[in-house]
């Protein structure tokens, strides 16, 4: 967001916890085309931050304070590291400083009780396949933030996939369904792939088989734009192998496990805003 001469944004973007999601959204930066000197990197634990400065060129520091030199601030630890985070940042904010949150279940409210007042806090749900541009980011903004501020986070995580602007009430069921979701992807290919070494295939044989099947069925999504049960259906012969299948996945209920597991997931994200 520009600001009037005074009180401008510095562009410098700290990015503060270099985990698996850290990683992530600074390779996503990077890719497109942010200049690696633009970018800080905070984590505590100093050999992995001089990891990334090796592999990636960005300024690695394991202090916080140095965190006052940047405009945008992505906090990327876990949500039960928040607190203590936000506590310590708070006297080394820069004064126009947006702050995006990335921690589940945290709330944007729960980050203004923490930091100078007036701050402009965004909350993001991003989720892994941001490693190869494919992430679905659900992002809203908190009480002081401005739709430039919002524009300004949203372009952050253009530069890694798909972006959604919504009512933080969702954020939760976002979490539940997109940023835990790619795991119940993994989850049903360990499962497909199991079940082809079950009927004899090598194991290499049945990953490609699936893995591919699962890329092709998720192209096909995308560009055919038709609803899934049409293509469910249109695989579907009468009396043929699919409805076999699919009958004992009825019997076994998968349909209604992935509908509790969702709703799971969601009130895990709610329970985390306690900071449990
Ligand atoms: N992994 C995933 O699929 C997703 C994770 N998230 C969220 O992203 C956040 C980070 O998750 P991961 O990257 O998986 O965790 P992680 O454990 O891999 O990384 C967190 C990093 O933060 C650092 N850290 C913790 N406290 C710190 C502090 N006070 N100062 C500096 N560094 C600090 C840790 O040393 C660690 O390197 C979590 O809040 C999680 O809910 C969101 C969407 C998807
Ligand atoms: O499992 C978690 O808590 C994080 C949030 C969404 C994906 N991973």
Redesign the pocket.
Known sequence: MEQDAAGKRPGTLAIVGAGVMGQTLLGGLLRAGRDPGSVLVVDRRMGRAEELHDRFGVRVVSDLAEVAAAGTVLLVVKPQDMADLLAALREHLHPRALVVSLA?GTTTDFCERHLPPGTAVVRV?P?TPSLVDEGMAGLAGGRHCAPEDLSQAEELLRSCGRTVVLAEKHLDAV?ALS??GP?YVFYVVEAMVEAGVVLGLPRATATELVVQTVVGAAAMLRETGQHPTVLREQVTSPAGTTAAALRQLDEHKVRAAFVTAVEAACA?SRQ?SGGV
């Open positions: 589940a749900m989720n979490t940023g835990s795991a895990r985390l």
